[in-house]
């Protein structure tokens, strides 16, 4: 029995999820003729108290889709420097935008209101790139699965409004954030003019991401969406499988939550362990005391049959997710009290 705690974008479907698929309403999504995606765009949209939602085959393409709507080549936008925008989607807003970025070393992955005041340009400046968007990441992934406080992005969007700056969620892991601080999706509807949200996550479905925004957002989306080869046929058998994920496995990630708090507190009490990023949500990163320890370390769990990553600097993740069930959680909580460095 293998044991993959590397992320949550390792679940397969369930036996439910693949039954709800095989009764898809498919048709052809060019033309807005698949009932099972229509369903679930209006449904996210309604969730959120926006006007309008489009399905994507990838968050970093709905990302991607979002950078251009807000800006033009040689714009400006502000984010975290561990940011999924800026490290993980292959330069994106450069290479597909001729947009720059402004990096903060942001908290945990947070950036804040002084944060983007302080990276803003003076559009009258020429030598100076536009600053005309700022990209929020929610929860955090390299900072461990951290949450923003609402309070905090509402100072931000007060700093963006003032500046006519156009504000962008990434929430892949927003379910997390909803779940663990008990807030709602239109609290984050109305503070963003974009936002994009992951389905093959933490809810498990197989594929697919959603961007939401206004029907004029959306409707230039549709085409950019086109533009970078994301238009796509019977889409219903994939997004069935996140309507299923949307209505069943939400509630459920306070388990996730629970079980890598459980972990964290286990490893609080090792003198190997260095550092652990206080618990949030899913996502537990931390850092032994020996950095020459970390091949040992995870030898010793792959002996074991449990496989978690190393992402830079010291610092190794685990994430829970959907497929790891209890009887995995007790081996591997019995498994690392056992280890010694």
Not at 222 to 240: A, D, E, F, N
Request: with cysteine; net charge neutral; proline share 3%.
């Amino acid at each position: 029995m293998e044991i993959n705690l590397i992320s949550d974008t390792i679940t397969k479907p369930t036996p439910e999820m693949l039954n709800y698929m095989l009764k898809a309403r498919v048709g052809d999504d060019v033309y807005k003729q698949d009932g099972s995606t229509n369903e679930l765009e209006t449904a996210v949209a309604e969730l959120f108290g926006m006007e309008a939602a489009l399905f994507f085959p990838s968050g970093t393409m709905a990302n991607q889709v979002a950078i251009k709507l807000h800006t033009q080549p040689g714009d400006q936008l502000i984010c975290d420097r561990s940011s999924h925008i800026y490290q993980f989607e292959g330069g994106g807003a450069a290479v597909n935008h001729g947009v720059s970025s402004a990096l903060v070393d942001g908290d945990r992955g947070r950036i804040t209101a002084e944060d983007v005041l302080y990276h803003y340009t003076d559009p009258n400046n020429i030598h100076l790139p536009v600053t005309k968007l700022v990209c929020l990441e929610n929860t955090t992934n390299m900072g461990g699965g951290a949450c923003y406080e609402l309070s905090e992005i509402e100072r931000i969007k007060e700093v963006c409004e003032a500046r006519n700056i156009k504000l962008h969620l990434d929430g892949a892991r927003l379910w997390n954030a909803l779940v663990a601080k008990s807030q709602h999706p239109t609290q984050f509807g109305a503070l963003f003019d974009t936002i994009s949200v992951c389905f093959s996550k933490s809810l498990g479905a197989p594929v697919g991401s959603v961007l939401l925004g206004s029907k004029e957002l959306i409707q230039r989306a549709i085409r950019l969406r086109k533009v970078m080869g994301g238009g796509m046929r019977q889409t219903g058998y994939l997004t069935s499988a996140a309507l299923f994920a949307l209505k069943n496995n939400v509630s459920r990630l306070q388990r996730d939550h629970y079980r890598a708090k459980q972990i964290e507190m286990l490893l609080n009490k090792k003198t190997w362990v260095k550092e652990i990023l206080p618990v949030q949500t899913n996502i537990l990163v931390f850092r032994l005391e020996d950095d020459a320890n970390i091949k040992p370390f995870l030898d010793k769990l792959k002996q074991k049959n449990i496989l978690i990553s190393e992402i830079g600097k010291g610092w190794l993740r685990i994430v829970t997710h959907l497929d790891y069930r209890e009887v995995m959680h007790e081996y591997v909580l019995e498994t690392l009290n056992q280890i010694e460095l």
